[in-house]
């Protein structure tokens, strides 16, 4: 109960992610430093707070219908005309040919919340040296949350015991209320991108999806977690490599152990 607890309080106050950072910022072999990363957060922040407003709200819709504003469009400009990002893009907003080395965008990922003002939507990055390496940065311009390849967690999630913690989007939790013998918790929360942050961070313990998602949506994400021992499985099948563009579902994200056990109770639906 109070371990549950804490951790359904992590996910609402979004407490401050630890940092460590070797001598020189450097991963090996990596397409950016960490005082790179640093430098793009601070430059995007100040973008956001200076050039965007409420006006930049107003909604169109996609082809597939789905929501985009304006504010998705000013951040890609900035994404790709900012000195640290000189790959190719492959993004929302820009999908044609998936090549590597590239990075990977979604400049809102969490239209929907951030049209609602509720906080849950995240710029989604990832600079990507090849389909199962590269540096990543998922950021809430609401909330402050942070987490990038250089970081992290707040805690050592290999101490948590069952029952696990898991979060799901809103329009699909209902659905799993009727898992039979699932005894682990459920939490609703937008957007998938925020969503692989917060369980790379170490706020909660595992991450599913029944709905098919771009790479965009997930890419920053997936690496945060494969950075930290995490596994990513589409349609019951273990993912090493982000090299398509689309992966279908049961999507779910999450340390070996905990994804073993709760695999099974999605495969099916």
Not at 58 to 75: A, E, W
Not at 183 to 195: M, N, R, T
Request: hydrophobic share 40%; aromatic share 10%.
């Amino acid at each position: 109960m109070g371990k549950s607890f804490v951790k359904i309080k992590f996910i609402c106050a979004l407490g401050q992610v630890w940092k460590t950072v070797d001598s020189m910022g450097i991963i090996k072999n990596s397409m950016v430093t960490s005082p790179q990363i640093e430098q793009f957060l601070i430059d995007l922040k100040h973008f956001i707070s200076q050039s965007l407003s409420l006006d930049d709200l107003k909604i169109s819709l996609k082809s597939d219908n789905s929501p985009v504003t304006h504010i998705d469009t000013q951040i890609s400009n900035f994404c790709k005309n900012h000195p640290v990002c000189t790959a190719s893009f492959y993004s929302e907003e820009e999908h044609g040919g998936l090549q590597f080395p590239a990075i990977v965008l979604d400049p809102i990922d969490g239209t929907k919340e951030l049209v609602k003002m509720n906080g849950e939507c995240v710029v989604s990055i990832a600079w990507m040296k090849n389909s199962s390496e590269g540096e990543a940065l998922i950021y809430n311009p609401f909330t402050g949350f942070r987490l990038t390849s250089f970081d992290k967690p707040s805690w050592n999630p290999k101490t948590q015991d069952v029952p696990y913690l898991g979060l799901v989007s809103r329009s699909e939790i209902n659905s799993m209320r009727d898992l039979k013998d699932f005894k682990h918790l459920l939490v609703a929360k937008g957007s998938i991108a925020f969503k692989l942050g917060l369980l790379a961070s170490g706020g909660c313990d595992f991450v599913v999806s029944l709905k098919p998602k771009s790479i965009w949506d997930i890419a920053a994400g997936t690496l945060l977690g494969w950075q930290r021992g995490h596994v990513f499985y589409a349609n019951g099948r273990l993912v090493k490599e982000l090299d398509e563009k689309r992966y279908e579902p049961p999507l779910v994200w999450g340390r070996p152990a905990v994804v073993s056990e709760i695999n099974h109770y999605f495969s099916s639906r």
